[in-house]
């Protein structure tokens, strides 16, 4: 059986639907399925990675021809919305989500419930719609060389974003960091990634690095803040709670909220993102509590993922 994704994928660092591509191809190919990324190819099934033809290897207009002249099985991977693009370019960023999977998506899969339910609330209702969160390599991604800290040292905090979009939390990022400087016995604030011009210059940081370097990182860090809004998923928050790190997650944020259920600290606020450090920082028993809870329960990871799409994307 061969499955085309219409998303080629990118080495070195990029957003996390690339890696997700990436560990669904291997994944696939270990299990003798062919990957292809050409419709030239002759797939069995295609899986939709994207909507937006500028970043597709073949378009929207092809696959429906395609469709047509072959009969071949469409799966929708719905990972994006648009309320972080602006109002106009947003609507007709949704509109084209919604427009493509009425016109091609035999199965849909929404990349959390929260994504499901922001496509429900616009008038896309998928009968019988499948909802797989994002996963992480636990081979890499696991708390085998973290140290916890000292009581008497400052809570370590780190975050990573490869997109400098300002939804991502930015502003929260830099009273967080301003926060850290004034505190320095409370708590500290590394930042991976690439930064909005003007953010964070000051901080500790650190450039975009690949994927298997990213967790040498995260194991030198106590918790793993996200201030994203309206995030479809999010690969940077499982990705530290795969290493052991205490999620502290903005309330809004979206589908990285119901990824960090039951392990998370949720926060409004800046104000509360530093009365959480500073507890953390002053009440070890509450600090240890939190980092075994999320060290000993969160297991979910590609191997739960990926068998999940295959089942899908074969008809299982």
């Not at 050409?38 to 092809?62: A, G, H, R, T, Y």
């Not at 719609?129 to 991604?141: C, L, Q, V």
Request: charged fraction near 25%; charge should be neutral; proline fraction near 4%.
């Amino acid at each position: 059986m061969k499955i085309a994704f219409n998303k080629k994928i990118v080495d070195g660092p990029w957003g996390g639907g690339n890696q997700m591509a990436l560990l669904l191809k291997s994944y696939f190919i270990r299990r003798d399925y062919e990957v292809t990324f050409s419709l030239q190819d002759n797939p069995d099934i295609v899986v939709v990675w994207d909507v937006k033809d500028s970043s597709c290897s073949f378009s929207m207009d092809e696959l429906h021809s395609y469709k047509i002249k072959s009969g071949c099985r469409v799966v929708h991977r719905v990972n994006d919305n648009g309320s972080h693009r602006g109002s106009n370019t947003g609507h007709r960023s949704d509109k084209r989500m919604m427009d493509i999977n009425k016109l091609l998506a035999d199965e849909t899969i929404f990349i959390s419930k929260w994504l499901k339910d922001y496509y429900e609330d616009r008038g896309l209702v998928v009968s019988g719609a499948n909802i797989i969160p994002n996963g992480t390599d636990r081979g890499r991604f696991f708390p085998t060389e973290f140290v916890r800290r000292k009581e008497t040292e400052p809570i370590r905090v780190f975050t990573h974003h490869w997109s400098n979009n300002m939804a991502k939390g930015y502003e929260t990022y830099r009273q967080l960091n301003d926060f850290c400087i004034k505190n320095p016995s409370v708590a500290s604030f590394t930042f991976m990634g690439n930064r909005p011009p003007g953010y964070l210059d000051n901080a500790s940081y650190i450039k975009p690095q690949p994927y298997i370097e990213i967790p040498k990182y995260l194991q030198q860090h106590d918790a793993y803040i996200t201030a994203t809004q309206f995030e479809s998923g999010g690969c940077h928050i499982i990705e530290g709670m795969a290493c052991g790190l205490i999620p502290i997650v903005r309330k809004g944020g979206g589908g990285v909220e119901e990824y960090a259920k039951g392990y998370a600290s949720y926060y409004d606020s800046p104000e509360q993102v530093f009365e959480t450090l500073i507890k953390m920082r002053n009440d070890y028993s509450h600090y240890i509590g939190l980092a075994n809870n999320i060290r000993d329960n969160y297991t979910y990871g590609t191997k739960e993922m990926c068998k999940d799409y295959l089942d899908i994307i074969i008809g299982k």
